[in-house]
Each structure stands twice: as C-alpha cells, then as structure tokens.
C-alpha cells in the first residue's frame, strides 16, 4: 500500500491511528511537530499526510500551507486530523491547502475512506 506521514505531538493519537493504517496494509512514518514533519515529507516522500494542527514549533495549519506551496511536496495530500471541530478550523485547513478535514476522535471507517480517495484506491 501506501507510506503515510503521521504528524502529532500526541503518543496515543500516534499509536490509534498507525494501528488502523497498519491493520489496513500502509507504511508509517511519524513526525512530532511541523518542521520534522516538512523534513520528513521533503525526504521520504510520504503518498499522503495526516496532519494534526495544534503542534508545537509549527502548527498544522502553517506545516500545510507550506507544504503545499512548496513545488517538492505540493502533490502529496494533506488531511487534517485535528480535535479542532469548528466549521471555520475546517475551511481554514482547506485554504490552507489540505485535500481533507477529519475531526478527532477518528473514525476508522472514515479515515481510511478518505486515504483510498486521495491515494486513488
């Protein structure tokens, strides 16, 4: 399947969500904040992105905008996987360049129906 860049400062939201992208046949590699997690988007050229916004260093939100600008990672697809639930986090992820917007706690079924979209499964 895929690689996919988890970036989340949080162990347990890392821990449920490579569980299900491992349960679902998908390498994972994982960042902490939003520079490693442009470091390592730059370096490994992840399939996809899940992006949680509130990070210390650089928010979701900045991590997207710049890699989504950036031409060397432009084509990956971000989603948005934050705790943040407001319509208006939600719009401002997409204008941030995010592909998608999923709220937190993740729902199996959803998560990996938006991954086989982006990833053209």
């Keep these: 399947m895929a690689l996919i860049l988890i970036a989340d400062d949080s162990p347990t939201e890392v821990y449920v969500i490579k569980k299900i992208l491992e349960k679902h046949g998908h390498q994972v590699i994982i960042a902490e904040d939003g520079e490693q997690a442009m470091e390592l988007a730059n370096n490994k050229h992840p399939g996809l992105i899940l992006m949680d916004v509130v990070m210390p260093k650089l928010n979701g939100f900045q991590a997207t905008r710049r890699l989504s600008k950036d031409p060397e990672t432009s084509a990956i697809p971000v989603i ?11 719009l401002w992820g997409l204008r941030q360049g995010a592909k998608g ?9 959803q998560l990996i129906t938006e991954i086989n979209h982006h990833l053209g499964l």
């Design 80 to 90: 948005i996987v934050s705790s943040k639930n407001q319509e208006t986090d939600r």
């Design 101 to 109: 917007y999923l709220s937190k706690p993740v729902n199996e079924d």
